[in-house]
């Protein structure tokens, strides 16, 4: 396993994979996650040109005469930030369909091109995608984790793991962004986030959008970030700003696409009636969260309300880090019914299997913590593989049949037993 900078990417080997099959692999993901680093490893031992469209002169040179500029590009090519200049993706496709060599096109992107249907589809069959988080906490331990399969598997044994209290807060402020976690300190870091968001909206927003009204996105951002984890609602968004609400959707839409925020869709079934059908709403990374509302470890540790929509927002972000790498494909959604019984996260491996979390920032566990978890078992039946409360506890411990209270540490350590 190769290294970006001073973590191991554990998607490096599924682009590898991909580099040998398919004409275009793109790497997207948000700016500042490590997807040039890692395009740049991965090509390293080949003979990669590498193109950035953030150079003017590249970008002006690619809009003037896409075909051209295609057409006279070295065998093997990285084109980084390619969302630029997205007139460039029908001469890629026209360029493949002439030749098709595997691994002749590695792009970069920071805006998501599977909400561009004209673009995904010009593509279809020709491009692998693979999506590139901020570091995961695996990551940043240096050894894969198999929660995922251990979740799936019911393969938790009871035992003991010390409690991570403050240095939980700590990973939840820090967040995972490579060059954030360079910087020395937490006030550092914030000024990291602060700048980061800034050159979003003043660049990359003005690039692929025709909003006016730029001002308005940071503290829609901010707004945002104080409702991570919760219900969205546009309209209680929208009466903050003398903006409509339709024009708020936009707005979110348009940050969804720049992977800031996520919207976690409800779980449905025809079996129960009084679901919620509203998604929930989630930052892309908890430090970004943090850094938005000027919070600090010592913040969390005596805001019990806000720590736990963090810690939710931790988790699920966890989770989809896993997945982005894992061989199967899992899906994420929420479940609550109309009289509040709820799970936090849903995942879903292929049509067949089904797992839930329950996500408590408290150190014990109690059997009322598994309600939710129960409803959706009874609902899905044989699909239901477990239900986990991850909590910030020492004991690995089962709550009878399929349901465990597991340690939140689990998300990154490898001993299950």
Known sequence: MSKTSLYPRFAENHLREALEDSP????HGPRQCGKTTLAQVIAAQLPYAYLNFDDQVIQNAAEADPAGFVADLPDLVILDEVQ????IFAAIKTAVDRNRVAGRFLLTGSTNIL????????????????????????????????????????????????????EL???????????????????RRTVWYRDYLEALV???????????????????????????????????????????????????TLLERMFILDTLPPWHNNRLRRLI??????????????????????????NRTLLGNLLETFVFQELRRLASWHDADHTFSHFRTRDGVEADIVI???SQALAAIEVKAAATVKATDFRGLRTLREAVGHRFKAGVVLYDGENYVSFGEDLFAIPIRALWETNYS
């Open 84 to 87: 630029r200049t997205p007139s």
């Open 24 to 27: 275009v692999v793109l790497i």
């Open 169 to 187: 807060i700590e990973r939840i402020v820090a967040g995972g962004f490579p060059a954030a976690l360079s910087r020395p300190t937490d006030r």
């Open 348 to 350: 879903e491996r292929g």
């Open 202 to 252: 003043q660049k990359d927003v003005r690039d692929i959008s025709r909003i006016r009204s730029l001002h308005t996105l940071p503290r829609l951002l901010t707004l945002a970030a104080t409702q991570t984890a919760q219900l969205l609602n546009t309209t209680s968004l929208a009466s903050s700003f003398q903006i409509s609400r339709p024009t708020i959707q936009d707005y979110l």
């Open 115 to 166: 909400l561009l249907p004209r673009i995904a589809d010009s593509l279809a069959g020709r491009i692998q995608i693979q999506q590139l988080h901020p570091l995961a906490q695996s990551e940043l331990n240096r050894k894969p984790s198999r929660f995922l399969d251990a979740l799936f598997e019911r393969d938790f044994k009871t035992h003991q793991s010390a409690r991570l209290g403050t």
């Open 277 to 302: 059908k509203t998604p929930k709403l989630h930052l892309s990374d908890t430090g970004l969260a943090c850094a938005l509302q000027g919070v600090t470890v010592k913040d969390l540790q005596s």
